[in-house]
């Protein structure tokens, strides 16, 4: 059972994550195909570029060197089934000058080999020609370099593995300058085949190319999107993968596949190095990366907008300053990366452990769909709402507003400490019997509780994922609740007793929190009530939302904490790594009615979920959590729930009394009936996501796919959440 920093998302059963071991590469390719072979999309150059904000233009050089290249267009040789060949003159049989590439090495070659070495080749002459262009430009006419020249080297990777990237053999890779040639400096990834690639793309290789990005986007945490670059047969096309699809985007031929070379040929391959030189030597901020890496990027420092009423940002990338040297306070390092799955599609945060202005801090690095609730706008509404157990937030912004359909948003919080796991597991171990445990579980439960009634009733907002790396724990023992990215702003902004001033607040804290940070309130609204069911960790998602739950409320995210507080002890007692009954390994009604069966019986349903031992007063608390949850008039409803999951749940609040604070108690007398029973949303809106944002040049679509079903996938994804749960399997 997964305990830390959990993701979460639509169900999928535990064989279909990905092969943890990069040994498997061939189960991975499968994997990666299966992930992403429907969610491929051709565009053109020009649209492409726009995408990137950058001039959206067929020939980069058009205007400022409309010859660039010619040369080397005219002499590029021709693929004569396994070999390069020198070209012909138009017409004749006669061999053409072969120029810039006489005396080539890939002449002698044949197969992927020939076309790879050609490309290297190719890539070093557009590298020299840009060279001479700006010196004799500079020195005709007294002006700056007009073409940019060489930012990234070129490597042949064809006989070696690249470190860390799990066995992988990538054909030729551009390097960022002066880094070592390992899988953190890979810019863009080429991949040479010796026959053209249809499209759609077949299955092996884009298996193979997707898990070059892959292993890039892991060791790569500031990246924006990964480039591979795609060389078959006489043409080059780049395939660029973003959080939400991959992109096919044909540059054109870069040599002939006939031997008699016209002269819109000719033109085509110019054009073609043209557009390639123009990619390779971007700026790695404007072309894959959020911030400048070509220094190393081992500390980041992040410039907030100086407009109050915005969140757009922008980051810097620095080299860690030597030992003893001053530091500055805003500068975070990216050296303390904790661990997390990574998917190739959909939702991804990387976080960090790091140091800002000299207090221990966590950096988040977080991409979500743009029709979905921002977690720094979240943590804003709580902060002005004044709900406490939540973490200090000293900086947050927007890095990307709408990127290929997401945002890019970067939280600086405090440290927390470790998660209730990890803190249980260190002090506790084998002592379910203590008076010290009761004692921190009661502390856990109160705080928990604590938060999640304040968060619903002062800021009108759901966590939605109370999972055990989600509650923390410092070595004081304060208690914190973090991770609200999937946390819901509920529609409905009044509860019994609240007056008027209490419904203003709620709601201009809403429409400020919209405008600040540039998302539209009604399609927030509208996905969230659609992803209502779909949003959680399995193991840890209430009974009513593992049945189909159309609305969620209070009770599920308390009901989520019941099960986390089972899961600890259960740990703490057996030192396993999986949960009893097999509960990993359900599908979610399956897990609900398993579930419910273990619940029935409050004499033994402590057993069924693997504690066997612990003090009464410990088993009082876990009995009353129960009660509270699934005993409506003396009569238990959890079997109830999964038939029905809008059943209501008991009220008797005066359950909790021995578990809550004065604070909480009072407003869970005070509205309990109102919060504790899920309210339907009045507003019914029939689309779901927002049109794409993408030009109508890029719209068409490829023909429909044969999907491959491999043995061990067994269920599909429900919605647009991509991850079944966390894969991070902590050891604890």
């Known amino acids: 059972m997964v305990t830390s920093n959990t993701t979460p998302a639509a169900i999928r059963t535990k064989d279909s994550l990905p092969p943890s071991d990069d040994k498997k590469l061939e189960g991975r390719r499968k994997w990666l195909y299966n992930e992403l072979w429907d969610r491929g999309k051709p565009m053109d150059f020009h649209v492409f570029l726009g995408h990137l904000t950058l001039p959206p233009v067929d020939d980069p050089f058009e205007i400022d060197a409309p010859q660039l290249f010619q040369s080397l267009a005219e002499s590029a040789p021709f693929l004569n089934v396994n070999k390069m060949t020198q070209t012909r003159m138009e017409g004749t049989a006669v061999l053409q000058p072969s120029g810039a590439f006489e005396n080539s090495s890939f002449f002698t070659l044949d197969k992927e080999k020939a076309v790879n070495s050609y490309f290297q080749r190719l890539v ?282 997401y945002r890019l948003e970067y939280l600086i919080l405090e440290d927390c400490g470790s998660t209730i796991a990890e803190y249980l597991a260190l002090r506790y171990q084998g002592k379910l019997d203590s008076v010290e445990l009761y004692d921190s579980i009661k502390c856990i439960v109160r705080h928990t509780l604590s938060c999640l009634v304040q968060a619903r009733v002062k800021g009108n907002i759901l966590h939605r994922d109370i999972s055990p790396g989600n509650i923390m724990a410092s070595s004081s023992g304060e208690v914190k609740i973090i991770d609200w990215g999937y946390a819901k702003l509920l529609e409905d902004n009044s509860l019994d007793g609240d007056d008027d001033d209490t419904i203003a607040s709620r709601r201009k804290r809403r429409e400020g929190a919209a405008l600040k940070w540039d998302y539209n309130d009604t399609v927030v609204t509208q996905n969230e009530m659609a992803h209502d069911p779909l949003t959680g960790t399995q193991l840890y998602m209430s009974i009513p939302v593992l049945a189909g739950a159309k609305v969620r409320g209070l009770p599920d995210d308390i009901e989520s904490l019941f099960y986390v507080i089972l899961d600890v002890l259960a740990r703490l007692q057996t030192k396993m790594d999986k949960a009893a009954c097999g509960l990993e390994a359900n599908d979610n009604k399956s897990l609900a009615m398993v579930r419910a069966g273990c619940l029935s019986d409050e004499e033994s349903f402590l057993c069924f979920f693997g504690i066997s031992e612990g003090s009464a007063q410990l088993q009082k608390l876990l009995c009353n959590l129960r009660e509270f949850l699934f005993v409506n008039s003396d009569k238990f409803i959890a079997s109830r729930l999964i038939i029905k999951p809008e059943t209501p749940r008991g009220t008797a609040v005066r359950l909790l009394e021995p578990y809550a604070d004065v604070d909480t108690m009072e407003l869970l007398s005070d509205k309990g009936k109102d919060m504790l029973t899920p309210k339907k949303s009045a507003r019914q809106i029939p689309s779901i996501r927002p049109p794409r944002q993408i030009s109508s040049d890029s719209s068409s679509t490829s023909p429909p796919r044969k999907r491959r079903e491999p043995a061990e996938l067994t269920e599909e994804y429900e919605g647009d959440d991509p991850f079944a749960l966390d894969a991070k399997r902590s050891k604890l």
């Not at 596949?257 to 030597?281: C, F, H, N, S």
């Not at 988040?364 to 609730?373: A, F, I």
């Open 124 to 405: 070093n002459l557009m590298y020299k020609e840009a060279a001479r262009h700006n010196a004799s430009s500079g020195q005709a006419e007294g002006n700056e370099k007009t073409i940019p020249e060489r930012m990234y080297r070129l490597a042949d990777y064809q006989m070696k593995e690249i470190p860390g990237g799990g066995k992988h053999k990538m054909d030729l890779v551009f390097f960022y300058p002066d880094q070592l040639e390992d899988i953190d400096n890979v810019h863009i990834a080429v991949e040479g085949k010796l026959n053209k690639v249809s499209d759609p793309i077949d299955e092996d290789t884009l298996g193979q190319i997707a898990d070059y990005q892959y292993s890039v986007w892991k060791a790569q945490r500031t990246r924006a999107f990964v480039p591979v670059l795609l060389l078959h047969g006489t043409q080059l096309d780049l395939v660029a993968f973003t959080r939400d699809n991959w992109y096919r985007v044909e540059l054109g031929p870069v040599c002939y596949d006939k031997q008699v070379v016209r002269k819109q040929g000719i033109e085509k391959v110019r054009l073609t190095m043209a557009r390639l030189y123009y990619l390779i030597t971007r700026p790695s901020e404007s072309f894959g990366h959020i911030c400048n890496v070509s220094l190393g990027q081992e500390c980041l420092r992040f410039a907030p907008s100086p407009d109050e009423n915005s969140v757009l940002a922008t980051v810097e990338s620095h080299v860690m300053p030597a030992i003893g040297s001053s530091v500055s306070d805003d500068l975070l390092g990216i050296k303390g990366y904790i661990e997390r799955f990574v998917h190739p599609r959909g939702r991804l945060a990387h976080v960090f452990r790091t140091w800002y202005k000299g207090m221990a801090a966590i950096l988040k690095l977080s991409w979500t769909p743009v029709d979905r609730m921002p977690e720094g706008a979240v943590y804003e509404i709580l902060e002005q709402a004044d709900v406490k157990g939540v973490p200090k937030l000293h900086a947050h912004g927007l890095l990307k507003g709408d990127f290929f359909g």
